[in-house]
């Protein structure tokens, strides 16, 4: 470990090192160096192909000149000693002049951002009429512009996500892209936090990275999702305030707030939101025994009621124009409640029922999750040369307890004690969670062309949580301490990373290679169990990366990349605690290893005339001790006593293999209306012989959706998404397909456009839901689960402050405004 550390830190500095001394030393001691940064004076973006001269105090003549960069920099490593002028001049903005002296004593000047004002007679001829697009492709990532998504404003991440084309959200709020789980970042860092638990209004845009390079963490079979929150740093005072309420007896309400000052930017933001809704569950079980069959039929009905809160503020200190320090922290809370009605039956050969059970099956969940930012960004004078470092800090508790009873009775309502006698329980408990990320990163361009990049990543997560059960004693009337359901967990892990990448380019071909090495110790113990502990250490694990990428005339290009993946088990993956209600339970699995997948891609992305945009890819992935669920008949004792049920909990197969294709597509059909198609196809099979003799299963998938945006007149937009997707394999079974089709309308009010109505419903047609079918040996099982889903929106936001001055003029092609709405 401490050789690993120290190499990829050797590295890193000796980068440093020589890119400090590429900066500070001229060729000549009779010459000197001139950079600075050109940045907007009302909005403090950096300002590219600006006009940039040297000129001579003494004759006013020119000695060199040059076009200030993307990222707006500018610098002259050669020139002689003397006196001199910057002169900066650029369409729609004053010319600036700075006077500076080189001397033998003071050769390297670095003159700081230069702000360049806007020159109001120019600019009151500028039409904007540009938009930022909903959807973005690139050939290594696609962005989704959250502020242009109607359906989830006062939602969750979920709801965005459900939005996203290629992603797929189930009704327990699980991800997957390209049928596989990817990693979840919150601002390019991981992340303590759940879908559910972070709003939609705070969300400025999804990125979707299907096979990330070295840079990015190799967990995630799928690659990367990463939720960028928003961060308002226009000039001035700016904000906005947001309320909503839904059919399901929701509400949401939160505000935005910033003041970007010249060497700081301070932000502020507050949401809340509640949800109440209906679910309920189905379970039709057939019970295969050495002489007679029997049959389940369960039921499981109730309320459910959902709170959130979310704050944050943020600090940053643009120390110089070469020097930016961050400091941000927000307190994110939840409290849940679920109220169920419980009723089964037991049938016999013939389907013919011979008693019921009636009971509840009720439980709360609270936490609370506490997270601090530390960030310092330094740039040097040549464009991309950056180095980055932060430290995340998360601190999450959690209070949760359940009330539980079942009673069986003869057809007839009488209580009886058969099968089982008659069952009360109820159980407390909590837990709390620390996790701590620190990053370094460095990028170097040694040219035009080229670049180096590393980095190191240490994450480190404590998690430990108790419950205890309380199980009614029949016989003498008191409740006495379940040692099967109760727990005293305590989980620790450790994940140590490096990087280097090296990228360059010949005329059009592209080309990136990388390595990365993490490596992994988990431990865990648990008072109530035969296994009370673990402890596992894996060396280091090296995660290569290549991609290749040709562009040919007409904007179109083809990549191939080759990366190789790791999914660790969750924590809760880990968790032995017994989960169990009537007849089946779950448990997590602490012998659960790592799954390893090796990932290969083939891409083709075009462009016709920046309208419509096709990006076609071809992708293959052979995952070994492959992460799947497992069920098995078994007896676990509850309460004192045994009880017969179908046990569920996560394993390792032998392999999964996946072949498929993706398609994207997004048209600009007319000025006014915009589709965005994406679809997806694989062909699936898991070996799981390693579990039970001769355990495979194979099939093909689809998955598709499709957004469409129309412009209305009257400033308003109309919005629609629908998704399908087929059938998903398991090791032992399937889960059946499913569709659903959101639909909202925005409005637009006010001269400024400040003043937003949205109005949507989600899940229309009432069709989202879970189905699954498994099979065991003395088993098959039929699971229907559902929630309300179906809900409509309104959501009310006004935008207040001062607006960016490229978008104070409205253009009027076609009859349509464009400017003045804000990127917030």
């Known amino acids: 470990m401490h050789k690993f550390v120290s190499l990829c830190l050797g590295m890193t500095l000796s980068f440093l090192t020589f890119s400090y001394a590429q900066q500070t030393n001229p060729k000549s001691p009779e010459q000197g160096s001139i950079q600075g940064k050109l940045i907007d004076e009302q909005t403090n973006a950096p300002i590219e192909y600006a006009s940039v001269a040297i000129i001579r105090a003494v004759d006013s003549s020119v000695v060199t000149g040059m076009l200030s960069k993307p990222n707006g920099d500018f610098s002259f490593p050669q020139i002689a000693l003397g006196k001199y002028f910057v002169k900066v001049n650029f369409i729609g903005f004053t010319t600036v002049y700075k006077a500076i002296v080189l001397s033998s004593k003071n050769n390297i000047i670095d003159v700081g951002n230069i702000k360049l004002g806007t020159n109001a007679k120019v600019l009151a001829a500028v039409e904007v009429v540009g938009e930022k697009p909903a959807y973005t492709m690139a050939i290594d990532k696609r962005v989704f512009n ?15 996500l459900k939005q996203v084309p290629a992603v797929s959200v189930d009704i327990d709020g699980n991800v997957t892209v390209r049928n596989g789980a ?189 997270a601090g930012q530390l960030g310092y960004k330094h740039t040097f004078a040549k464009q991309g040369h950056e180095l980055t470092a932060d430290f995340n800090y998360n601190y999450a508790t959690s209070d949760d307890g359940s009330d539980y009873s079942l009673q069986y009775y003869t057809l007839g309502h009488v209580a009886i004690d058969t099968p089982t006698a008659p069952a009360k329980r109820y159980s407390y408990g909590g837990g709390n969670t620390t996790y701590m990320t620190g990053q370094i990163d460095y990028v170097n361009p040694l040219s035009e062309t080229s670049k180096v990049e590393a980095g190191l990543r240490s994450t480190s997560r404590i998690f430990n949580n108790t419950q205890t059960t309380m199980g009614l004693n029949n016989a003498s009337g008191d409740y006495v301490l379940d040692s099967s359901l109760s727990n005293n967990y305590h989980y620790r892990e450790t994940i140590n990373a490096g990087y280097i990448s090296y990228s360059g380019q010949l005329g059009n071909f592209g080309y990136m290679g990388g390595m990365r090495g993490e490596q992994s110790f988990y431990s865990g113990d648990m008072t109530s169990t035969a296994k009370s502990n673990y402890k596992i250490s894996y060396p280091i694990s090296l995660f290569p990366s290549v991609f290749l990428s040709q562009k040919f005339k007409g904007d179109h290009e083809l990549q191939l990349n080759y990366t190789r993946r790791v999914r660790r088990p969750w924590f809760r993956d880990l968790l032995p605690n017994l989960n169990y209600t009537a007849q089946s339970a779950s448990r997590g699995n602490p012998t659960l290893k790592p799954e390893f997948t090796n990932s290969f891609e083939f891409s083709y992305l075009k462009d016709f005339n920046r309208k419509h945009n096709v990006m076609v890819s071809m992708y293959y992935r052979n995952t070994q001790n492959a992460i799947t669920d497992y069920s098995t008949d078994t007896t676990i004792m509850v309460n004192g006593t045994a009880q017969k049920v179908v046990l569920s909990y996560p394993v390792n197969a032998d392999t999964r293999n996946s072949y498929g294709a993706e398609i994207t597509v997004r048209n600009q059909l007319t000025t006014n209306w915009d589709v965005t198609t994406n679809m997806n196809m694989a062909q699936t099979k898991i070996n799981a012989s390693n579990l039970a003799n001769q355990l495979t299963n194979s099939g093909f998938i689809f998955f598709g959706k499709i957004n469409t945006n129309y412009k209305l007149p009257y400033r308003t937009t109309l919005q629609v998404t629908g998704i399908y997707e087929s059938k998903q394999i398991m090791a032992q079974g399937e889960r059946a397909g499913k569709y659903t089709v959101d639909a909202a309308v925005r409005k637009e009010l006010l001269k400024d456009r400040s003043l937003v109505v949205s109005m949507g419903v989600n899940d229309i047609f009432n069709t989202d839901r879970s189905l699954s079918y498994t099979h065991t040996e003395f088993s098959d099982q039929e699971y229907y689960r559902k929630r309300a889903t179906r809900e409509a929106r309104i959501n009310v936001s006004w935008r207040f402050g001062k607006i960016d001055a490229g978008k104070k003029k409205e253009g009027k092609k076609g009859g349509e405004e464009q400017g003045g709405n804000g990127d917030f």
């Open 182 to 370: 990817p990693t979840i970042f919150v601002d390019g860092r991981p992340t303590t936090l759940t879908m559910d638990q972070i709003p939609a209004d705070a969300i400025a845009n999804i990125e979707v990275i299907t096979n990330p390079s070295a840079k990015y963490d190799a967990e995630g079979v799928s690659g990367i999702l990463n939720i960028v929150l928003k961060k308002n740093r226009k000039a001035g005072i700016n904000g906005q305030v947001n309320a909503g309420a839904s059919t399901l007896g929701g509400a949401n309400g939160g505000f935005d707030f910033s003041i970007r000052r010249e060497k700081y930017n301070l932000s502020l933001s507050y949401n809340i939101r509640s949800r109440k809704g209906s679910a309920k569950e189905h379970l039709f079980r057939k019970n295969i025994g050495t002489d007679t069959t029997t049959y389940l039929d369960q039921y499981e009905q109730g309320e459910q009621s959902r709170r959130f809160q979310y704050g944050r503020i943020g600090f940053d200190w643009f120390m110089d124009n070469r020097n930016t320090f961050t400091i941000a922290g927000s307190i994110n809370a939840g409290d849940f409640r679920d109220d169920n009605n419980l009723t089964l039956y037991n049938l016999n050969t013939g389907k013919e029922q011979v008693r019921y059970g009636s009971g509840m099956d009720n439980s709360n969940h609270n936490f609370r999750n506490y």
């Open 146 to 160: 959250v502020d242009k998504n109607i359906s989830s404003v006062g939602g969750t991440a979920t709801d965005v």
